[in-house]
């Protein structure tokens, strides 16, 4: 299993992490095609408003295919605090690690 981890946009990997969401939340909650909208839009927002000064995207990828994402979205860090969003891992890596390690590898590098 070759693990990289990817600070950044990737090709693909709005997709990616929408199924990623879509998929956990369908088996565990029930939720549908509204909750997968919202992620995507969102997800979508917070990619065409980045700033890697106040913004951050970390990806784990296994293989070149993305399994484990999250990010910090500092667009309202004055006001509220800067807030981690989707921070999801595959059903295949969850309780390995990596989810923990890439939420470290976000800690060490969020804008300040």
Known sequence: MALTIHQGYLP?????IVEL???YYRE????????ESKVARELAAFCDAFDGERDGLWLALRDGRIEVSIAIDGSRAGQ????LRWFITSDQ?????VGTAL??????GAPR
């Open 80 to 83: 509220d605090g800067a807030h």
């Open 103 to 108: 939420l470290t590898a976000a800690r060490n």
């Open 12 to 16: 693909g990997c709005i997709g990616r």
């Open 93 to 97: 890596l969850r309780g390995t690690g």
């Open 28 to 35: 565990s909650t029930g939720f549908g095609l509204p909750f």
């Open 21 to 23: 969401h879509a998929r």
